[in-house]
């Protein structure tokens, strides 16, 4: 009898469940709109990205190598070259380097074994740098898509998404999440501190970017930069080096592959919130200037939702739209710089809505009416709120293997990718990472009531 009854209860939750979906799809609808309303209020003030077309088209033709390379590009065709090998070629000639450089190489090594200890410390240190240096606009974005790796990192031990996959999973995840993040740090801390030194000594120190193993590909835009400091070709260039960075070294990897990208619960971290990049706006009273007759007291969020993340090409349109948008419109910019000074970056997602999320496990929600829950109430109350726990707290520094040293600039395709950053028009996030949160507690709960 008591086991009749709770069938009975179990298959009750189920169907309340599933009748709570005709509303959920309700408040997405109603949601989109408001996104459309807010996202005009953040556009009203854009600002110029000062694009250099000529240096583009320069910096194109120089590393087309050729005068016909130009034409043919321009005629939308490519000229394949052959690899360009630098890293043997720096390492015979690094004893033939000044003294000085020779400090300066071992000072910029250690400075980046330091600041790669984490993805807190990786954070950091592009925000530091980023105040130091604002012409960089490139460690501000990276400061804060750094800051979505590390909420995604502890996402994997969260109230939600820690019981919708297995241990082997979150812990393949999580080091395809870290290597990106470390890997990318390595790459383009060097070349940010090279600059940081060349403006210290008033000179050009970008002969030494091969002896850090940065590409060919970036060497004529930092000498460009040091020339006519236009910062939105210099991060296109940025981007475009990063993502193909890691694209053999980790999203192509074998490793990576099989038990991550390919993998059928990478699909649902998908779903959840995996494939959103946000950038919180305002200062510590949750809410941005913007929003002062708004009743939500959550803080807004801008971004985007990113699909297809094995692709090159999709993760350097994303980082060009998400740098359109935080250097292309002011409110934006100035709703993100107040944020990241008054909320130090700590991996979990109480830092953006404390409304919502805890880093205390005994004050959070632990029942399968979490969906429900979200659905009836704006924010929820202490001790009903959602686990979102501090990185370090869940996660631990990590040994890899070595490094591949190779460029990955052979061919000139990516070169498409060098023109002026649109700004996207649709930049409002708050209610579609609302909804997104709502899709993750429904597949909690329906995964408890199916699996109890």
Not at 164 to 187: G, M, P, V, W
Not at 262 to 270: G, N, V, Y
Not at 331 to 345: A, E, L, M, N
Not at 371 to 398: I, R
Request: aromatic share 12%; net charge neutral.
């Amino acid at each position: 009898m008591s086991h009749s009854k709770g069938f009975k209860t179990g298959r009750q939750s189920i169907w309340s469940l599933l009748f709570s979906v005709p509303r959920a799809a309700a408040e997405a609808f109603g949601g989109l709109t408001a996104a459309w309303i807010a996202s005009s209020e953040l556009r009203r003030y854009p600002k110029d990205l000062a694009w250099n077309e000529g240096a583009a088209r320069s910096i194109t033709c120089l590393l087309d190598k050729t005068a016909e390379g130009c034409q043919r590009e321009r005629a939308g065709q490519t000229m394949r070259f052959d690899p360009l090998l630098r890293d043997s070629t720096a390492e015979n000639n690094l004893g033939q380097l000044p003294a000085q450089d020779h400090l300066l190489i071992q000072r910029i090594h250690e400075a980046v074994t330091e600041a790669n200890k984490s993805n807190i410390t990786r954070t950091r240190a592009y925000l530091e740098f980023y105040e130091d240096y604002p012409e960089i606009h490139w460690a501000l974005l990276a400061h804060m898509v750094s800051r979505n790796a590390g909420w995604n990192m502890s996402d994997l031990q969260s109230g939600l998404m820690s019981d919708l996959t297995d241990n082997r999973f979150k812990s393949h995840l999580y080091r395809f999440l870290e290597r990106c993040n470390a890997l990318i740090f390595q790459d383009a801390y060097p070349q940010l501190l090279l600059y940081k030194f060349s403006k210290q000594k008033e000179q050009s120190y970008f002969h030494l970017l091969p002896y850090f193993h940065v590409s060919a590909f970036m060497s004529p835009f930092w000498e460009r930069f040091w020339i006519d400091r236009n910062s939105s070709l210099l991060t296109v260039a940025l981007i475009i080096n990063e993502q193909n960075y890691i694209e053999n070294r980790v999203v192509r990897h074998p490793y990576f592959r099989k038990n991550v990208l390919d993998a059928p619960s990478f699909q649902l971290h998908e779903l959840a919130r995996l494939n959103q990049i946000i950038f919180p706006l305002g200062d510590t009273r949750c809410r941005h200037d913007l929003f002062k007759q708004s009743i939500l007291p959550l803080r807004p969020l801008v971004g985007l939702t990113m699909k297809h993340f094995d692709d090159p090409s999709t993760r350097i349109k994303a980082g060009k739209s998400l740098y359109a948008m935080l250097f292309g419109y002011e409110d934006i910019y100035r709703g993100v710089f107040k944020y990241v000074h008054c909320s130090p970056h700590l991996g979990s997602r109480s830092e953006y809505w404390p409304a919502l999320f805890t880093t205390q496990r005994n004050k959070t929600m632990n029942s399968l009416v979490e969906s429900k829950e979200l659905l009836q109430s704006e924010w929820l109350t202490n001790g009903h709120q959602l686990y979102s726990p501090l990185l370090e707290d869940v996660w631990h520094d990590t040994e890899y293997e070595p490094i591949p040293r190779f460029d990955w600039f052979q061919e000139p395709t990516m070169l498409r990718h060098l023109s002026k950053p649109i700004r996207p028009f649709l930049v409002d996030m708050t209610h579609a990472h609302r909804t997104a949160l709502e899709r993750t507690a429904f597949a909690h709960d329906l995964s408890g009531h199916l699996n109890p």
